[in-house]
Every structure is written in structure tokens, then in C-alpha cells.
């Protein structure tokens, strides 16, 4: 068993968020190979879903999956009629995507199984435990991203101190 000092420590925050998120990847992808989604197919349906028209490149940053890997994704979803891809009209190189009437279904579909899964997370808890967890995250993650943002501007001027 690794010790306190152990960046494998099953007491930190990290590995327990990151195991947390393992779970919760692991549920998806089981529900999405049951539908003959790949996880990634399942990830774009979901955000057209919650984002409807939403640009290629935007799916691509909200997710943080490469633009070559949404295309492919958008593609084989395209060939099973889930989404569809089209032209912006201010700016024809735009590609906004929406789900066809079978997408919106199989999306819909994968809300309820989220919102299910979501369900059995906390269903060890009270519904006050619950509410302090989210807000917790919701907390962390803000003062994560934060950081990340404190960060990312240092490196920009650190690399262009080198130039």
C-alpha cells in the first residue's frame, strides 16, 4: 500500500477525483459500446445535444479532443444518421452541427443514463452530503482552473522572454 508521502496515496484529493472520474468514463463507455458508440461518438452527441449548431472547433475545445479527431468522430456519426453538419450562413467555412431526429433520440437516451449514473454516485449519501459535494467541486475545479489560467500566462511569458 503506497505510503503518505505516495503520489498514489488513495487519500489525496487527486487520486480520489481522478478514480472518480475513471468510474464515471468507465459507466459511459460500457452504455456507449451498448449503443455501437465509441466513447467519443458518445461525447459529441452529448455536447450537440446541450449545445445545439455548435461549431466543429468549438466541440473540439469544449471537449478537449483534437479537431482531426472530431471530424472523424462527426463523420461516423454522419454515416449512421445521428448528425448532421451545416454551413454557416455568415461565414460559409463555419461547419455548425445538429443532431438528425434519431440523434436527438439516442442523445436523449444518454441523458437519462447520465443523470442515472450521476444517481448511483451519490447514493450513499444524504441529499445535504450530495449538495456539498457538487458545491465542494465546484469550488476546486474553479480554484483549479484558475491556476491553470496563472499558469498558462507565465509559460507565454516565459517563452517569449527566450525569443
Do not use: C, W
Request: charged share 30%; aromatic share 4%.
Amino acid at each position: 500500500m503506497p505510503g503518505k508521502n505516495s503520489l498514489h496515496d488513495p487519500s489525496r484529493f487527486g487520486v480520489l477525483v481522478r478514480e472518480s472520474s475513471r468510474l464515471f468514463r468507465r459507466l459511459f463507455r460500457v452504455y456507449a459500446i451498448r449503443h455501437g458508440l465509441s466513447f467519443n461518438q458518445y461525447l459529441v452527441l452529448r455536447e450537440v445535444f446541450d449545445v445545439p449548431k455548435i461549431t466543429q472547433r468549438s466541440l473540439s475545445q469544449s471537449l478537449g479532443i483534437a479537431e482531426s479527431t472530431i471530424v472523424a468522430t462527426v463523420d461516423a456519426l454522419s454515416r449512421r444518421n445521428l448528425i448532421v453538419r451545416v454551413r454557416g450562413k455568415k461565414d460559409r467555412r463555419e461547419t455548425n452541427l445538429s443532431l438528425t431526429p434519431a440523434g436527438r433520440g439516442l442523445a436523449t437516451r444518454i441523458i437519462h443514463f447520465a443523470i442515472e449514473i450521476n444517481r448511483d454516485a451519490v447514493s450513499a449519501m444524504t441529499a445535504r452530503e450530495a449538495d456539498l459535494l457538487r458545491d465542494l467541486l465546484i469550488r476546486s475545479n474553479a480554484s483549479l482552473s484558475e491556476s491553470l489560467l496563472e499558469r498558462e500566462k507565465a509559460l507565454k511569458r516565459n517563452v517569449a522572454r527566450r525569443k
